[in-house]
């Protein structure tokens, strides 16, 4: 420190002039020793080479440099028997007399550093090996964040162990499309579509390399047209359009049935509070499956107005359903105004209507979404069959019990019918000598004279005779 102070003070800028040679020489010594730089994987060995320019090799050492620590290796003299290893590397290294090269086993991360050879203590000619001891690539994991249509994607390849030194992509075993506009992201690990289309599913593929390893693995993209909730939405309205349907063949068979074989009583009551629930039930799932597809692609004035009338429809359905099953005398009473009796009547068969018509639209509406991407539409037929068959067999089951209950009284009435229009052709061809107790035997009650001369025309005009003889 003082030579050098006095240096600089005495000599000036000549002294300071040498003082830097002498580092830039002392440097470039050191320089002169890194003759090799390897790379090897985690669990390996490597073959360090001693120095070669020297002939007659009397002492050979290694030294492991790591830092600011030095940490003797091997010592190898040439009359010595065998070559001394020391603790620190001892197992792990196999000393090549004849060359004097150095085999290092079973490589860990912590050997990476500096491995120096000297023969004969001589620096000059010491060769210095750089060692980087890296783990091999993992294989790589690829998933991404998201496949709908319309939305960005971000597909991400990323390695557990292992440094990678480079990434790379493919699309179906090829380069990235250049008129997609793909974009990478700064280390080229994450691969980023501004807006799925249908055009970009495919098999992705992403390659990692580093200088000992490489790997590959794919991914198959499949863009997805709708969302998972659009897909329930699009399952509510199939059954909805089901229930309504089996509504519509309800109400069609009560208004297509013949005056003689007209349902009624408990099995009419019944039937219709059946029927007005289906209307009910499917007007619920439309109202949901109609609130899910404004959730997803935005309001609109048409579907709100359904909406609208959707809610009016379930209240007085459910008003309809409720006093038929518990009060049904009572269903007169809100008929007693035409505009109550409008709007009672009116509120199934309009509802039925606009759940077949806006079931079909939203169905539609939701198959043009599904075009977007290139994934399988959802199947409709198990909800569909299941909805269809339960439906059906409630109706079935309300006939069957009408067959059972109402149609052996019919039947039972139709002997005593056919006894009395017999009778009454009895009667017009004998000029009525029924009489009483005839009709009291076929368990008929003559009340009066009106009622019997009613049911026997000839006998009306007879009487009519006798009147004007006797006026």
């Known amino acids: 420190m003082k030579a050098t102070w006095f240096c600089t003070a005495s000599l000036g800028e000549g002294c300071r002039l040498f003082a830097v040679l002498l580092l830039v020489c002392q440097w470039s010594a050191e320089a002169a020793g890194i003759t090799d730089q390897k790379t090897s994987a985690v669990g390996s060995s490597v073959l360090l080479i001693a120095p070669d320019s020297i002939k007659d090799v009397n002492y050979i050492q290694w030294e492991y440099i790591h830092g600011s620590s030095t940490h003797f290796i091997v010592q190898y003299y040439k009359d010595s028997s065998a070559p001394t290893i020391y603790e620190h ?203 899910i597809w404004m959730h997803n692609e935005g309001p609109s004035p048409a579907f709100i107005l359904l909406e609208l009338f959707l809610l009016y429809a379930i209240i007085i359905t459910i008003l309809v359903m409720g006093t038929l099953a518990l009060k049904p005398a009572k269903l007169s009473g809100f008929k007693t105004k035409i505009w109550h009796r409008v709007i009672l009547d009116s509120a199934a068969p309009g509802a039925m209507i606009a759940v077949v018509l806006f079931a079909c639209l939203l169905l539609q509406k939701i198959h043009q979404l599904h075009e977007r991407g290139c994934s399988q539409p959802a199947d409709l037929t198990g909800s569909t069959v299941i909805s269809a068959v339960t439906a059906l067999l409630g109706l079935l089951f309300l006939f069957i019990w009408y067959h059972k209950t109402q149609v052996p009284k019919r039947e039972a009435e139709c002997p005593a019918r056919e006894q009395v229009q017999e009778l009454r052709e009895r009667t017009q061809e004998q000029h009525c000598p029924t009489s009483t107790f005839q009709y009291k035997s076929l368990g008929f009650q003559q009340k009066s004279t009106t009622s019997f001369l009613i049911l026997c025309p000839g006998c009306q005009k007879k009487q009519r005779a006798v009147e004007t003889k006797q006026l």
């Not at 290294?93 to 500096?114: H, M, P, R, T, Y």
């Not at 980023?192 to 490489?214: F, P, R, T």
């Not at 709708?226 to 909805?240: D, N, R």
Request: contains cysteine.
């Open 89 to 291: 590397f001892a197992g792990r290294v196999d000393f090549i007399s004849s060359n004097g090269s150095l085999l290092l086993k079973e490589l860990q991360e912590a050997d990476s550093g500096i491995y120096k050879a000297t023969v004969n203590l001589i620096e000059s000619d010491a060769r210095k090996t750089i060692l980087t001891v890296i783990k091999p690539l993992s294989e790589p994991q690829v998933w991404c964040n998201s496949s709908l249509a319309g939305f960005p994607i971000k597909i991400v390849c990323d390695v557990q162990e292992g440094k990678v030194d480079m990434f790379s992509w493919e699309k179906e075993g090829g380069p990235l499309p250049p008129e997609r506009c793909y974009q990478l992201s700064k280390n080229r690990s994450v691969l980023h579509i501004m807006k799925g289309e249908k055009s970009d599913c495919g098999s992705y593929s992403c390659n990692v390399s580093n200088e000992i390893s490489w790997n590959e693995t794919s991914l198959n993209l499949t863009i997805i047209g709708v969302s998972s909730s659009l897909e329930h939405a699009q399952t509510m309205s199939g059954v909805a359009l089901v229930f309504a349907l089996v509504a519509v063949l309800g109400f069609t068979m009560l208004l297509c049935q013949s005056a003689k074989r007209r349902i009624k009583g408990e099995t009419w009551r019944w039937l219709f509070v059946f029927i007005h629930g289906l209307v009910c039930l499917s007007c619920v799932l439309l109202f949901v499956a109609m609130v």
